[in-house]
């Protein structure tokens, strides 16, 4: 966590060992703004159970999980979690709906975004897809994601000399945060998130839920019926359930 975080402090409730914010969506865009503002680089996470779970079994991503500026509640299971605990957090804040205000906020501001991530050419598809949503969205670079960790330097040069206050990188959890952590450095962004699949919905590749989807909280299973492949990710969700209800014991 960078020095400058002690300005932001905020209350937090633990989950499993991993520490999460407990703002509302308007509260963490401003938390945002605020990082943006103050040209020091941040790192934000946003939570889900299945990256908790996760952090269980990889040191380096807990480590990262743990020292990350801002983490955000962006799975029903956190919010479930939170209100066991005894700390409730009011709301879900995701990724992908962080990225879109923030593109809004762009157009207004004309903060600089980078989008790195996805498959060949759906950042830059999602990029324009924001463009038109937001006329005036300040979208300066757009990269696909498919490169080995062996080319993170060379790739965070490229991102590095277009300047962006904001950075999202769709690599998947924990891809996106180490290589942000790898590279915070040398990109200096202020604001550094990972959004895992929002390129794909952003692009239009992948449809976001229904409505009912969201409000039955049911978007994991909306996911995986359109890609069985994420079964992997999916089964993470009844062993952070059984952790949390042993972990209360």
């Known amino acids: 966590m960078t020095a400058q975080s002690d300005l932001f402090e905020s209350d937090r409730v633990e989950i499993l060992g991993m520490s999460v914010d407990r703002l509302d969506m308007d509260e963490t865009l401003r938390r945002l703004e605020m990082f943006a503002q103050s040209q020091e680089p941040h790192l934000v996470v946003t939570a889900d159970a299945a990256g908790i779970v996760q952090a269980q079994r990889d040191p380096e ?22 209100k066991r605990a005894g700390k409730p957090i ?97 990109i200096g962004a202020p604001v550094s998130m990972g959004v895992g699949g929002s390129f794909d919905v952003f692009s239009g590749k992948v449809k976001r839920a229904p409505a009912l989807f969201q409000r039955l909280h049911l978007e994991w299973l909306w996911r995986l ?19 949390v209800l042993r972990a209360g014991k």
């Not at 991503?61 to 939170?82: C, E, H, K, M, Y």
């Not at 990269?143 to 950075?167: I, M, N, W």
């Open 61 to 82: 991503w807990r480590s990262i999980f743990q020292s990350a500026d801002l983490v955000t509640p962006d799975s029903i299971g956190v919010i479930w979690a939170a």
């Open 90 to 186: 009011s709301q879900r804040v995701s990724g992908v709906e962080l990225v879109d205000r923030i593109c809004a906020l762009s157009a207004d501001r004309g903060y600089r975004i980078y989008f790195l991530g996805a498959a060949p050419g759906v950042a830059e598809m999602a990029a324009e897809k924001m463009r038109l949503k937001h006329p005036g969205c300040n979208i300066v670079g757009a990269r696909h994601g498919y490169f080995p960790a062996e080319s993170d330097q060379v790739v965070a040069a490229e991102v590095a000399a277009t300047k962006p206050d904001f950075l999202f990188v769709a690599m998947g959890i924990p891809r996106q945060e180490k290589f942000i952590r790898s590279t915070q450095s040398i």
């Open 225 to 243: 019926i359109l890609n069985p492949r994420k079964v992997a990710k999916a089964k993470n969700l009844p062993v952070f359930a059984w952790m």
